[in-house]
């Protein structure tokens, strides 16, 4: 299962050399160091002043001895006090997830003060790439601290630890909680207001964080989730369980109305998901439920009305025995047109090259946007925030010998071993002991990786008070993955974090 978990939330694999720090030659240990630019972001008609520092900062252990030099980008908004840092602007820590990947897709699509250019939903055109003043950045209401994790961007182990003491889920949440604690402390923001922002297996993250920092003294004001996973058992199709085929449906018959293969097809999508929703929940469960025991007129009455809903047909369904998994549908909807469809955007198609394949063979969506991402952060990082050189950025830790995560969370352990992996009863608690801390979750329509559906089931069944459940917003977008990428999304994406950290800010 650790394999299949490890695959499964592999986005965005890049090319990059791991750096040999085994030597301890005095030149070829890494150090600390910072680069500090100043720059300006025009964000609805003011012009904004910031200071970007990108580095890496020596964090140490409960021992006080060296644990990693973290690797971020700090913006600071220059402030008209001269006797120290504005402990009263809110502070925001960033990043992404894989895991194993770096900041790269936040920090050059929504939240820094530039973002590079995609032709969303289709491909991006080679090199040279635009980047553009970002007027969505959120360096207007909140400073902004983009985090790579060990084994991204520039960060490495120091001391005597090594890679792969920072490769797990207990490992990462730990080591970048100490981070974020150290920088509070160095920049004088303890007391500032707190706010944790993730994408992906950075909402996991995000969740075991909130726990963690906590329980040590600190408390968020709020977490921003952006595509939202807690429970990795909806994300897995195990065998022998169906929770991963209920929470996957609602986003089937999104993608199916997107690309127009519904009969009857509705106007609008809400309304119609709504409409799914309860077709799931008053037939398609019940079905499911059942196992061997339904009968074979009721399961023809499901498979015809799957067929109404997802876009593949009443046959197709009967075959899979009412339960078709991801990368099947990714395949089979487009398969009579020769195409295939995106996992984390489901709106990107792209060409089947083996019609007979059972399962999509790759994602258009990180086909498309790997690329222009990739090269226009490297160009920003070097040229505009002056980045040495002799400091090798790397997008990811997937090409790292011996990367491979440990999915052992202790927050499971009174539940068994053979339990699912998940990090929602560390946010449950944390909500619980803390009434102030405010969630923010944002969800995409077409987002196949980490289906909306997965999320609303989590924390419906997170066991919280009405009182403490009405701290957690929910959003939703007509995009998938990184929904930031359309252009309609990203305005109500700023105006929701926007709103939410001005909100929050004031408890």
């Not at 030597?23 to 680069?35: E, R």
């Not at 058992?233 to 022998?240: E, I, Q, Y």
């Not at 909306?452 to 089931?457: G, T």
């Amino acid at each position: 299962m650790r394999i299949l978990l490890t695959t499964f939330f592999t986005f965005l694999i890049f090319a990059g050399q791991a750096q040999d720090h085994k030597s301890t030659a005095p030149d070829t240990i890494p150090k600390p160091f910072v680069s500090s630019t100043r720059g300006t972001v025009q964000i609805e008609g003011k012009t904004i002043s910031y200071t970007a520092d990108i580095g890496r900062m020596e964090i140490q252990g409960p021992d006080r001895k060296p644990l990693a030099l973290f690797g971020y980008t700090a913006y600071n908004v220059e402030s008209k006090k001269t006797d120290g840092p504005n402990t009263e602007r809110p502070i925001v820590f960033a990043f992404n997830g894989g895991p194993g990947s770096s900041s790269v897709w936040l920090h050059m699509g929504a939240l820094g003060p530039r973002r590079v250019v995609v032709n969303d939903p289709n491909p991006t055109p080679n090199a040279p790439y635009t980047i553009e003043n970002n007027g969505r950045s959120i360096l207007d209401v909140a400073d902004l601290v983009m985090i790579d994790p060990v084994g991204t961007g520039v960060s490495v182990p120091a001391g005597n630890k090594q890679f792969k003491d920072f490769w797990g889920v207990d490992e990462d949440i730990e080591s970048v909680s100490a981070f974020i604690k150290q920088y509070l402390i160095k920049t004088g923001r303890m007391n500032s207001p707190k706010y944790l922002l993730g994408e992906s297996y950075g909402t996991f993250r995000n969740a075991g964080i909130m726990a963690h920092m906590q329980q040590g003294g600190i408390a968020f004001n709020g977490v921003i989730m952006v595509s939202a996973v807690f429970d990795l058992l909806s994300l897995v199709f195990p065998k022998g369980t169906d929770l991963s085929y209920i929470v996957h449906l609602p986003s089937y018959a999104s993608t199916a109305w997107y690309h127009d293969k519904l009969k009857n097809r509705p106007d609008s999508l809400a309304p119609f998901i709504d409409r799914v929703r309860r077709f799931t929940e008053e037939v398609y469960v019940p079905a499911l439920y059942k196992g061997s025991r339904l009968s074979a007129n009721e399961k023809k009455d499901v498979a015809d009305s799957l067929a109404r809903y997802t876009g593949l047909s009443a046959g197709y369904w009967m075959r899979a025995d009412l339960r078709v998994e991801a990368g099947e549908y990714f395949a089979e909807l487009l398969r009579d047109e020769g195409g295939t469809v995106g996992r984390l955007d489901s709106r990107y198609r792209g060409i089947n090259q083996n019609l007979l394949s059972q399962t999509g063979e790759y994602d258009p969506f990180t086909t498309s946007l790997r690329l222009p991402y990739t090269a226009a952060f490297l160009e920003y990082c070097y040229e505009t925030l002056k980045l040495e050189p002799k400091h090798e950025y790397h997008i990811s830790a997937y090409s790292k010998d011996g990367f491979k995560w440990n999915w052992e969370h202790r927050g499971n352990k009174s539940w068994g071993t053979n339990t699912s992996i998940t990090t929602a009863t560390d946010m449950a608690r944390t909500l619980t002991r803390n009434p102030y801390t405010k969630v923010l979750i944002l969800n995409g329509y077409f987002d196949l990786g980490t289906p909306f559906y997965a999320v609303e089931h989590t924390i419906d069944h997170m066991g919280l008070a009405p009182e403490i459940r009405e701290n957690i917003q929910m959003t939703y977008y007509e995009a998938g993955h990184m929904m930031y990428t359309d252009e309609a999304s990203f305005d109500q994406m700023e105006r929701d974090i926007k709103d939410f950290i001005r909100d929050s800010s004031n408890n």
